[in-house]
């Protein structure tokens, strides 16, 4: 039982106590209003029970998403995968790994054999959490 639902049962009893007289015109405006009250609270322990439930419905979509962003974007899948870069001597596409792009200045083309020069300038959204600058 809410604060509300025990608040309007215990005006509901002072009511009842007062012995108001239910057949003149504030008699019934009075008993009225406090029956009026008590629908009030109870549609307001309805909807709060609601919200409880589609809070609780909320809570595990949040926990499979998480689970769902964890498989999705995990960290360490990110560092395994290769990026292309195109030599730009003769045109060949180089497939290279995080590692490499991080800590090499230059690396030589293996179809040219000319030096490339490596700039690498992550765009990833949370970089300081995958990428050491």
Do not use: H, R
């Amino acid at each position: 039982m809410s604060y509300l639902t025990e608040k309007m049962a215990y005006i509901g009893g002072l009511a009842e106590g007062l012995d108001i007289d239910e057949t003149t015109k504030e008699g019934k405006l009075l008993m009225a209003i406090v029956e009026a009250i008590a629908d009030i609270a109870d549609e307001i322990e309805e909807i709060e029970e609601y919200q409880d439930d589609i809070q609780a419905q909320l809570d595990e979509v949040d926990e499979d998403l998480n689970e769902l962003e964890e498989l999705i974007y995990d960290e360490d899948d990110f560092e395994d995968d290769e990026f292309e870069v195109e030599c730009p001597n003769c045109g060949d596409i180089l497939c290279l790994d995080l590692d490499t792009l991080e800590n090499c200045e230059k690396i030589t083309c293996p179809n040219c054999e000319e030096e490339i020069e490596i700039e690498f300038d992550c765009d990833c959204e949370n970089c300081s959490e995958c990428c050491e600058d």
